[in-house]
């Protein structure tokens, strides 16, 4: 295979050039179109970072509002695809359903399917940014055996949605400001984060110039696994064990540093970060304030700060520059707001969302894209002869 180098991981290796997210590793910085991430998270909205993120600039007054309601015509989904929905089991994993669901959209939505026809590309970009809050939220309502809400798109993104997953029928739904903002905020930090795994999926899937529901439903799979957005749920999993009393904190910390049945810390470590997370700054001050607003005193918030404490401390975790992630405070906050544990990966699905399009996007306008096609190494067996099978 000639001058093939052997990077595991791609660890050292650029798939691509891209304009969009900025991350310096050694300082701690993330910046997206040149934004710094505490900039956004304090004074933006989550709608406007989708805007930047798609289409490289901050959007003016007249450029959100046309944005929000192209994004409001699109909220409902066909009714036939609920039937799909209705024919999951009932205990089906919301990010299952969730990437289900968004594949069919390739069959409901059939004039949308072009990579090339603009018009096409920007009908499915709205298509998407608007249903699948609305998927996400019948997802949870699935789960619960409760009856759907159709969208009310006299509300907001994040409050309609809140409304879909919490609400029921013939009953007003109060939308807490306290919840909405803390939500809005976390699909921020979420947003974009270059090309992390899912990211590098759906440009993959892409590559082979697949239309845009495709590749976002193979990004939601790929974004399912405990080691990347799965480690919001795997932190919440990990923080009850410690409090059932099936681990006290050290005999947990110890089973972590001697990789017993491969421990770890979930929510800590991060390929790229190897001084914090910026992200994850935010995140744990965001759940101290919004915990204490809605007056929740979840003694695994205590388990989590002496977990970190103990981790920020130690050879172990020093030694490999391992600091909490984006996932280890989320979790916290959507349990405080209602959300059950299987439903936290579902709402990194809808903060990624904007990243993953603009990075679909931008590879598809992107002259020098060609099919993603890595390389191996082979170490197999060199050439030998068949043997008919009665003689071997
Ligand atoms: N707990 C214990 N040990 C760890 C951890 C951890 N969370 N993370 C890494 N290590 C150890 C690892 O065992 C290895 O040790 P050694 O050098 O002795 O073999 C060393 O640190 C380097 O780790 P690595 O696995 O080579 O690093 P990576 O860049 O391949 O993996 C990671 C990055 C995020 C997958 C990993 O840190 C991890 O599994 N963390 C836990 C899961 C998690 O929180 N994922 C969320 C990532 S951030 C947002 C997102 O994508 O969702």
């Not at 798939?15 to 910085?29: E, F, K, L, N, R």
């Not at 921020?188 to 976002?216: K, M, P, W, Y």
């Not at 790929?222 to 064990?241: K, T």
Request: charged content about 25%; proline content about 4%.
């Amino acid at each position: 295979t000639g001058n093939t180098t052997l990077d595991v991981g791609f660890v050292n290796t650029a798939s691509c050039q891209s304009a969009i997210t900025y991350i310096d590793g050694d300082a701690g910085i993330l910046r997206y179109r040149g934004y710094p991430i505490d900039q956004l998270a304090k004074s933006s909205s989550f709608l406007e970072v989708s805007y930047l993120l798609i289409y490289g600039e901050l959007p003016t007054t007249a450029e959100l509002e046309e944005f929000t309601s192209r994004i409001h015509r699109h909220t409902m989904l066909h009714e036939d695809l609920k039937d799909l929905l209705a024919a999951f089991p009932r205990d089906a994993h919301p990010m299952s359903v969730l990437s289900a669901a968004v594949s069919a959209l390739g069959t409901f939505y059939q004039d949308s399917l072009s990579i090339t026809d603009k018009d096409q590309v920007e009908l499915s970009t709205m298509r998407l940014l608007a249903k699948l809050p609305t998927i996400a939220a019948y997802a949870h309502k699935k789960s619960q055996g409760q009856p759907t809400l159709y969208p009310d798109n006299r509300l907001d993104l994040v409050s309609n949605f809140l409304r879909m997953t919490f609400g029921v029928p013939a009953e007003d739904f109060e939308v807490d400001p306290i919840v909405a903002k803390a939500l809005d905020q976390l699909f921020i930090l979420h947003a974009d984060h270059e090309q992390n795994c899912s990211t590098s999926t759906v440009r993959l899937v892409g590559s082979g110039h697949a239309h845009l529901f495709a590749s976002i439903s193979a990004g939601i799979h790929a974004l399912s696994g405990p080691l990347h957005g799965g480690a919001n749920s795997a932190v919440l999993e990990m923080l009850g064990h410690i409090q059932a009393g099936d681990d006290d904190v050290d005999t947990f910390m110890n089973k972590v540093k001697n990789k017993e049945d491969g421990v770890k810390l979930m929510g800590f470590g991060h390929r790229v970060y190897k001084n914090y997370d910026p992200r994850a700054a935010i995140v744990k001050d965001t759940a101290h304030e919004v915990l204490q607003k809605l007056g929740v005193n979840d003694p695994q918030l205590e388990i989590a700060m002496r977990l970190e404490e103990i981790a920020l401390k130690d050879d172990y975790f020093v030694e490999r520059k391992l600091y909490p992630n984006v996932d280890f405070y989320t979790g916290l906050i959507y349990k405080a707001m209602g959300f059950p544990t299987e439903m936290f990966t579902v709402l990194f699905a809808i903060g990624r969302l904007p990243g993953w399009i603009a990075q679909w996007r931008e590879m598809m306008e992107d002259p020098a894209t060609k099919i993603g096609r890595p390389r191996q190494l082979y170490i197999g067996e060199a050439e030998r002869q068949f043997v008919g099978i009665d003689k071997r």
